[in-house]
């Protein structure tokens, strides 16, 4: 049967054991947002969601745009904001230019919980630490390549990366940010840039 978790498949085919080692890093990144959650008392998708709060500007701040960041409907973000709320993490104040929709930010202690919350994967890059930086080099350029595809084909919603960017060109093998007015090493190519805006 044709599956990348098909063992006689994976002995065949790099790219099945690839899908299967990527399965293992989701896994291990299930297991520490858990027991965050756990340490917490929030679920995981509230501290998902504070963590988002934590970093992105607030026309990002709104269900909407949070439901398609997370892969969800606005029914299940409204439910966990309407618990953070009730727990005092987040406030909601009305759009100014959008008047249907509400912005969701912080209180002080919801910030101070996304702080500690926001170092849930540090176990993750550690490990990372110990590559040479070609091998860092060659890894983040590969995941961009796969999250950029997985955008393509419909898998994952909202990517604020170069890849996708109308500010982004590539010739001559050298990509080019036409915001900053500057090439773009592959290290310096952003997975979320605060100056995305999407290609049409
Ligand atoms: S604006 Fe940001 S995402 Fe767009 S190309 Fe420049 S660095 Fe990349």
Known sequence: MASPFNLRQQEQKIESKIVVALERVSEAFRVLLWNESKESTLSPIQIQLLIFLLFHSEEKCKVSYLAQEFNMTKATISDSVRTML???????????????????????????????????????????????????????????????????????TIQRMCFSCAHHQFSD????????????ANEDLRLDCTEHQLAG
């Open 86 to 156: 009730g727990k005092g993490l987040v406030v909601k104040t009305s759009d100014s230019v959008d008047t249907r929709s509400f912005i969701i930010s912080l209180t002080t202690e919801g910030k101070a919980v996304a702080k500690k919350a926001s170092s849930f994967a540090n176990a993750i890059e550690k490990p990372l630490n110990k590559l040479s930086d070609e091998q860092k080099q060659t890894m983040l350029s590969s995941l961009l390549k796969l999250i950029h595809e997985l955008n393509q084909a419909g898998i994952i």
């Open 173 to 184: 093998g050298t990509h080019y940010c036409n915001l900053l007015k500057s090439k773009l």
